[in-house]
């Protein structure tokens, strides 16, 4: 059974940074799409930014540049580096995997953390 575990959220001001972590077991993160989803109060949860077990990342146009994924395969865990944030960043974040998937798309994943919450205020 994979887990996901989301670390680091919090509150913040506009334009600092953050590191969110997402700790993977009972799966290695070698084998696995991964990615972070986000949902803000009454919007759909949206793709954020993914990474596929060859660590090839992609991030949605709206966070390029801002927000980027990465995974260390030796600590099994996942990040998502958060720069310049801004008031419309704030929304709960999910750590996401998928065991089985070509592509990596958005409805493959089937593993999700918890989420952790992230606010940033002017």
């Known amino acids: 059974q994979v887990k996901l575990r989301e670390f680091g959220g919090g509150s913040v001001q506009v334009g600092q940074s953050l590191r969110l972590s997402c700790e993977v077991s009972g799966a290695t993160t070698r084998r696995l799409c991964m990615a972070w989803f986000r949902q803000a109060p009454g919007e759909e949860r949206e793709l954020v930014a993914k990474i596929d077990s060859e660590g090839r990342a992609r991030s949605v146009d709206s966070v390029e540049g801002r927000l980027t994924i990465s995974v260390d395969n030796a600590q099994n865990t996942l990040y998502l580096q958060m720069d310049r944030l801004t008031a419309a960043d704030t929304a709960m974040y999910y750590c996401?995997?998928?065991?089985?998937?070509?592509?990596?798309?958005?409805?493959?994943?089937?593993?999700w953390g918890q989420g952790t919450q992230v606010t940033v205020s002017s």
């Open positions: 996401a995997a998928a065991r089985r998937s070509t592509y990596c798309a958005r409805e493959d994943y089937d593993y």
